[in-house]
């Protein structure tokens, strides 16, 4: 069982603590031998230890998180056996990518983290929950800005036709570069600088430093297209007579936007109020991968708090109950300068105007403390600002 924690908490995607299993499902999971042979296998081969702040300061627990390189993918041999989740239709030669199904412990996580996130932020808070519908019709995510620009950057092999988003093509022909020891520093900074905001330039941009580094497509080595826009939101049609177009949801926020009305009427007409939702969202993606990061269908917990104006913004009540709360922050700034992750508080950060509003600095906090809950180190958190040119159409800010 300690075994188990250890691991699982290491792995980044699947991220709770074990104590949230039966005890007699775990009992039953580590006694299988594919559990048993990965369990010698990185216990002998990895160096990574997860502590507990009492054991260590928190500089050399820092330089315990060393990455196995074959971990991850143990783990998901692992999960796949034992049925904890698996790629949907594996048993048909011609899978399609980004679409999992979750067995029964990994039913029993899955629902066990949503409760938690149900107590942590909508009981807790007195929010209202709201369920909508999944098909959204088009008029919705075309008011919204959904229709015009909701997509990614792709680009295909010029011979095959397959298909991969740019951004990521031109990320991983950085790395590669970036293994090179006869790199000068100064081309070496420029390759990182470029690298961190890669899914921020335009399509000309990408083109651009495609070119320049001669990316060639992944699998095949052949040459790539021009980048070129696509939307990521799954349409359909309603009704017979195919006239009605709607889109499986790509979030959960436009059910909450649209019933606003009938929200604040459930509060009698007064402001600040939040919303919550809970239910799935469907998106597009140009090249899945990552195991349960970045997939088609996916599980989203959204919240909607409203404000009367800035000045709602600037004060939330229940702000000093998390001011000390520590927390690792990349902002625009420091990502501008390719600059060290800043370590302070959310009041720090607050206070040196990092975060704008007071309101968006405590659901951040909020967010902290909800995710160390569920078990993951807060020592792999990182709070990532947009840069204003990824930043969503709609957003002043986004963290």
């Given at each position: 069982?300690?075994?188990?924690?250890?691991?699982?908490r290491t792995f980044a995607s699947f991220p709770t603590q074990l104590s949230l299993l039966s005890h007699s499902r775990l009992n039953l999971f580590t006694k299988t031998s594919s559990w048993r042979r990965f369990i010698r296998s990185?216990?002998?081969?990895t160096t990574t230890r997860m502590t507990t702040n009492s054991e260590v300061d928190d500089?050399?627990?820092?330089?315990?998180?060393?990455?196995?390189?074959?971990?991850r993918h143990q783990v998901e041999v692992v999960a796949s056996r034992c049925f904890i989740y698996a790629q949907t239709a594996s048993i048909h030669s011609s899978r399609v990518a980004g679409l999992f199904d979750y067995g029964p412990m990994g039913c029993k996580l899955k629902n066990n983290i949503l409760q938690h996130w149900r107590n942590h932020f909508i009981l807790e808070e007195d929010m209202f929950e709201v369920e909508c519908t999944v098909l959204t019709p088009e008029i919705v995510l075309r008011t919204s800005g959904h229709v015009e620009k909701f997509e990614d950057t792709m680009i295909h092999d010029v011979e095959t036709l397959k298909c991969y988003r740019a951004d990521h093509l031109l990320e991983e022909t950085i790395d590669k570069l970036l293994t090179n020891p006869k790199l000068s520093e100064a081309k070496r900074s420029n390759l990182k600088s470029l690298r961190a905001k890669a899914d921020s330039l335009s399509i000309d941009?990408?083109?651009?430093?495609?070119?320049?580094?001669?990316?060639?497509?992944?699998?095949?080595?052949?040459?790539?297209?021009?980048?070129?826009?696509?939307?990521?939101?799954?349409?359909?049609?309603?009704?017979?007579t195919g006239k009605t177009r709607a889109f499986l949801r790509p979030e959960t926020a436009q059910g909450i936007f649209v019933n606003f009305q009938k929200l604040l009427e459930e509060n009698r007409g007064q402001l600040?109020?939040?919303?919550?939702?809970?239910?799935?969202?469907?998106?597009?993606?140009?090249?899945?991968?990552s195991g349960l990061l970045r997939v088609r269908e996916f599980q989203m917990a959204e919240i909607e708090h409203f404000c009367?104006?800035?000045?709602?913004?600037?004060?939330h009540p229940k702000f000093e109950s998390v001011q000390n709360v520590q927390m690792c922050f990349r902002s625009q700034k420091v990502q501008e300068m390719n600059a060290e992750t800043v370590e302070m508080t959310v009041g720090e950060a607050l206070?040196?105007?990092?975060?704008?509003?007071?309101?968006?600095?405590?659901?951040?906090?909020?967010t902290q403390l909800f995710l160390t809950d569920i078990g993951i180190d807060p020592f792999r958190l990182r709070f990532r600002q947009h840069l204003k040119s990824e930043m969503a159409h709609y957003a002043k800010d986004c963290w």
């Amino acid at each position: 069982t300690q075994a188990a924690i250890r691991i699982f908490r290491t792995f980044a995607s699947f991220p709770t603590q074990l104590s949230l299993l039966s005890h007699s499902r775990l009992n039953l999971f580590t006694k299988t031998s594919s559990w048993r042979r990965f369990i010698r296998s990185t216990t002998t081969s990895t160096t990574t230890r997860m502590t507990t702040n009492s054991e260590v300061d928190d500089r050399s627990r820092k330089a315990q998180l060393v990455t196995n390189p074959q971990l991850r993918h143990q783990v998901e041999v692992v999960a796949s056996r034992c049925f904890i989740y698996a790629q949907t239709a594996s048993i048909h030669s011609s899978r399609v990518a980004g679409l999992f199904d979750y067995g029964p412990m990994g039913c029993k996580l899955k629902n066990n983290i949503l409760q938690h996130w149900r107590n942590h932020f909508i009981l807790e808070e007195d929010m209202f929950e709201v369920e909508c519908t999944v098909l959204t019709p088009e008029i919705v995510l075309r008011t919204s800005g959904h229709v015009e620009k909701f997509e990614d950057t792709m680009i295909h092999d010029v011979e095959t036709l397959k298909c991969y988003r740019a951004d990521h093509l031109l990320e991983e022909t950085i790395d590669k570069l970036l293994t090179n020891p006869k790199l000068s520093e100064a081309k070496r900074s420029n390759l990182k600088s470029l690298r961190a905001k890669a899914d921020s330039l335009s399509i000309d941009e990408l083109h651009e430093n495609l070119q320049t580094l001669q990316a060639k497509f992944p699998e095949t080595g052949n040459a790539i297209s021009k980048p070129y826009p696509f939307n990521l939101m799954f349409s359909t049609q309603i009704g017979p007579t195919g006239k009605t177009r709607a889109f499986l949801r790509p979030e959960t926020a436009q059910g909450i936007f649209v019933n606003f009305q009938k929200l604040l009427e459930e509060n009698r007409g007064q402001l600040p109020f939040a919303a919550a939702q809970i239910g799935l969202a469907f998106r597009n993606e140009i090249s899945p991968r990552s195991g349960l990061l970045r997939v088609r269908e996916f599980q989203m917990a959204e919240i909607e708090h409203f404000c009367v104006d800035e000045k709602d913004e600037d004060y939330h009540p229940k702000f000093e109950s998390v001011q000390n709360v520590q927390m690792c922050f990349r902002s625009q700034k420091v990502q501008e300068m390719n600059a060290e992750t800043v370590e302070m508080t959310v009041g720090e950060a607050l206070q040196q105007k990092m975060i704008s509003k007071q309101t968006l600095a405590y659901y951040m906090a909020r967010t902290q403390l909800f995710l160390t809950d569920i078990g993951i180190d807060p020592f792999r958190l990182r709070f990532r600002q947009h840069l204003k040119s990824e930043m969503a159409h709609y957003a002043k800010d986004c963290w």
